[in-house]
């Protein structure tokens, strides 16, 4: 028995190597193929029947999920062969021979090269071990893992596919040598506007089709409402443009230590178990991969019902999901709804993982079984960062804006922490953080945020990461007190107070005027004093009540250090992305 990995690697270069939102659409739905199609295919071939793979993610679900169609190598079958996983860029598979992985990887490896040009699919084949009752599986993962870090340091890289000799022309979107001549656009019909293209980008090109289809089908599947841009035109009409990079928290843990977890249910349900068989592991890695997909589609479909249905009136939704599967979702869209829509799919991506996902005639509870024991509480959470720019923008940098976002708002995981045991662990805690590109001069995320600070880096004019989960639900002294500080709802609030199409209250002090706004922005660039001193010098003319940081202050101290921070910028720059209509602040 062997145990064979295909995974591919710098997914997200490859996506957003173009400034071309279709290219970057068909880039993902290629990812994904080469993980589902191009494995299944190769399967199927061994098996000499008829493919898993269906464009219908339900329908694939099930198809990997049912044992009549995906016989499981326990040797009570004639199979040769078991999908664990087939997701985006990633299959597991079971073999009974070496020679078969071999002919798997070797079939799935060329059909990607010659349908995804650029893609970088490789495959690994464990040492021989037997199914049973001694954990030989979770070790088999663990080596397939590490062999597959070890031999892509190794390889040569994908640029090395494309050699410039002889010289030829480049490609008009990807800078890389051209293959052929074509049309900028499906509706460009004089023989002046062809164009060189690259091998990389036609394929791009071509199946942009195939992604959009099939997150449609998808879409309305849940709700018919719900039809996303086909011309993608928004992209260019909206005057600011947001690429959402989301990605769950506390993964790793749980696969790492995947089978001590699943040891640990089971023996919460039968404390005679002592062992966890290979099978048992087997069938629980293949129901988590699949639940975790559920959850994330489920969370992205519900986001976007509240975001978009009570509010666009036109047939198609102003946003584009280049990547949405397992823990992973990264969406383009119209600026002027990506706060608000991150916000409704982190709430509901831990709602969802917290319910039990039924598929057919099947219930899959393992997902807040395992996150309870892995991580304390009953369901998952994840964080995000969202990069507002301007339309034309390119991609690649604004998408490696938003990762840097993203990874700032997982600071939040050492902020808010629970005890397990005698180890500090990170309480589920999702988050978000943002930034508006006013100056497209200095574009990382330390230069950005190094012009943020003041008074000699003792006063930061941001206060993200901004804490999405509801803030009653985290413990007392686990960093609560800090969270609160952070809450997404009271920067909402205070953004809200500074909106000017809100209703006055006469009996009350006149709100902040706009013009006032432009120049308590300039003082808090000078200092925290400049900033409270101005303040202090209006505040009996105007209504404050909502933006105060501290009493009597715009600012507030961190806790453990001396550092001084205010959420006013950030509530400055976020009121004309947000919708503070009724019914929105009431959606879920």
């Known amino acids: 028995m062997h145990l064979v990995l295909l995974e591919t690697s710098g997914n997200q270069s490859y996506i957003f190597s173009t400034n071309k939102l279709k290219e970057n659409i068909g880039a993902s739905e290629l990812t994904y193929r080469a993980g589902t199609k191009c494995v299944l295919d190769a399967v199927a071939e061994i098996r000499k029947q008829a493919s898993l793979w269906s464009a219908d993610s339900k329908e694939l679900r099930w198809n990997l999920l049912d044992p009549k169609q995906n016989p499981r190598l326990d040797g009570n079958t004639n199979s040769k062969v078991e999908v664990i996983i087939a997701t985006s860029g990633k299959a597991l598979l079971l073999v009974s021979e070496k020679e078969i992985g071999k002919t798997i990887i070797r079939w799935a490896t060329y059909a990607a090269l010659r349908d995804s040009p650029g893609i970088d699919l490789c495959g690994v084949i464990s040492d021989d071990f037997e199914l049973g009752e001694s954990g030989q599986l979770a070790e088999a993962i663990r080596q397939v893992h590490q062999q597959f870090e070890e031999v892509k340091a190794k390889r040569p890289s994908m640029d090395m596919r494309f050699l410039r000799l002889p010289i030829v022309d480049e490609c008009a979107t990807s800078g890389l040598p051209a293959a052929e001549l074509s049309k900028d656009s499906a509706e460009d019909t004089e023989e002046s506007t062809l164009s060189p293209y690259s091998a990389v980008s036609m394929a791009k090109r071509k199946n942009h089709i195939y992604g959009e289809q099939r997150i449609a089908a998808m879409l309305r599947r849940y709700d018919p409402a719900l039809k996303l841009s086909e011309s993608l035109t928004f992209a260019d009409e909206t005057q600011w443009l947001a690429i959402i990079h989301a990605d769950g928290n506390g993964l790793g843990e749980i696969f790492l230590s995947f089978d001590k977890h699943l040891l640990d249910l089971i023996q919460q349900k039968n404390k005679n178990a002592n062992s966890l068989s290979d099978r048992e592991y087997a069938e629980r890695v293949r129901e988590f991969s699949i639940a975790l997909d559920i959850c994330t589609e489920k969370a992205f479909v519900t986001a976007l019902k509240a975001t978009f249905l009570s509010k666009e009136k036109t047939t198609s939704l102003p946003i584009a999901p280049l990547v949405l599967g397992g823990d992973d979702l990264t969406v383009v869209c119209n600026a002027q709804y990506a706060l608000q829509f991150t916000v409704y799919f982190l709430k509901e991506f831990e709602k969802e993982t917290t319910l039990n996902q039924i598929i057919g005639d099947k219930t ?203 959420s006013l910028l950030d509530a400055m720059d976020v009121t004309a992305f947000l919708d503070f209509d009724i019914k929105a602040e009431q959606r879920p």
């Open 364 to 566: 899959i509870t393992i997902v807040p079984e395992l996150a309870k024991i892995a991580l304390g509480v009953p369901r998952l959470s994840a964080c995000a960062g969202i990069a507002i720019v301007k339309p034309h923008f390119p991609f690649s940098v604004a998408y490696h804006l938003a990762e840097q976002l993203l990874k700032t708002a997982k600071t939040v995981k050492s902020k808010v922490t629970q005890l397990k045991g005698t180890e500090t662990k990170p309480y589920p805690c999702s988050a978000i953080d943002f930034h508006i590109l006013y100056d497209s001069s200095g574009t990382d995320l330390d230069t950005i945020r190094e012009k943020q600070q003041v008074d000699n880096g003792q006063t930061l004019l941001y206060n993200s990461p901004y804490v999405v989960t509801n803030i009653d639900d985290i413990p007392e002294n686990n960093g609560k007190a800090w969270a609160t500080r952070h809450d997404w709802n009271a920067l909402r609030s205070k953004a809200k107070a500074l909106n000017p199409d809100q209703e006055v209250d006469h009996e009350l002090p006149s709100k902040l005027p706009n013009s006032q706004v432009h120049t308590l922005r300039s003082h808090l660039y000078m200092g925290r004093e400049a900033a409270n001193g101005y303040y202090q010098m209006i505040k009996g003319r105007y209504d404050f009540a909502n933006l105060e940081d501290s009493e009597g202050s715009l600012f507030h101290k961190e806790q453990d250090s001396d550092v001084h921070t205010t």
